[in-house]
């Protein structure tokens, strides 16, 4: 402290003191601006989760797969049935499109091409048994129930026993506990609007079967 005119003290700071509070103001300001940044990427990582919603085999969920996924396209090009497509404007990770076909019983190639493991390799054994999405049987729709046709594409084509007829040969609803959602069902339903259909889940599981 120093002091001025007479009878006024005039407050000063040590350059120490100085450099601590400047110091301390930048620390603050870059970590509000870290928050920031991390938030505004967080955002942008679960607008893409948002985004893609059936995934290939061994992504596990949403916002894991976004997170690692850098749109190399190996999986895309590799893919034997072309149901792996890139993002919008390539901004962001694949996913599958099951209206294009079905995901192959006997392949798991997309796993095993992956640089990043955002696709875990999966054995084909295992990649049989990973449920990556679940198929919907609707009867107001099927041929067989609206129309008395005769079909059971569904039952004959699904893999995992997840399809089954009744005695009338009728499809029975979908073995949730079997199905693992590989749209080979939907994709070979003749009904207009698609009596088999195939929706997301929030997470790819392993099935005990």
């Known amino acids: 402290m120093k002091y001025g005119r007479p009878g006024k003290k005039v407050r000063t700071l040590d350059?120490?003191?100085?450099?601590?509070?400047?110091?301390?103001?930048?620390?603050?300001?870059?970590?509000?601006?870290g928050a920031a940044l991390a938030r505004v990427g967080m955002g942008k990582l679960a607008g893409y989760a948002k985004r893609f919603s059936i995934l290939p085999p061994g992504a596990g969920n949403a916002e894991r797969f976004a997170s690692k996924c850098t749109a190399?396209?190996?999986?895309?090009?590799?893919?034997?049935?072309?149901?792996i497509v890139p993002a919008p404007g390539g901004d962001g990770p694949v996913s599958l499109d099951l209206?294009?076909?079905?995901?192959?019983?006997?392949?798991?190639?997309?796993?095993?091409v992956c640089p990043t493991g955002a696709l875990r390799p999966l054995a084909l054994q295992v990649k049989q048994k990973t449920k990556i999405a679940e198929a919907k049987f609707n009867p107001r729709v099927c041929i067989v129930f609206q129309e008395g046709e005769k079909?059971?594409?569904?039952?004959?084509?699904?893999?995992?026993?997840?399809?089954?007829l009744r005695s009338s040969g009728a499809p029975r609803p979908v073995n949730?506990?079997?199905?693992?959602?590989?749209?080979a069902c939907q994709q070979v339903c003749p009904a207009p609007g698609k009596a088999m259909t195939v929706h997301e889940i929030e997470r790819q599981i392993l099935l005990k079967k």
């Open 99 to 112: 209206n294009r076909g079905a995901c192959l019983y006997d392949c798991n190639r997309c796993s095993q």
């Open 151 to 164: 079909c059971g594409k569904c039952a004959h084509v699904c893999p995992t026993g997840a399809v089954t």
């Open 176 to 183: 949730t506990a079997l199905c693992i959602g590989c749209g």
């Open 15 to 33: 350059k120490g003191r100085r450099a601590f509070l400047v110091n301390g103001g930048i620390l603050i300001a870059g970590a509000a601006a």
């Open 72 to 83: 190399c396209q190996l999986c895309t090009v590799n893919c034997p049935a072309k149901i």
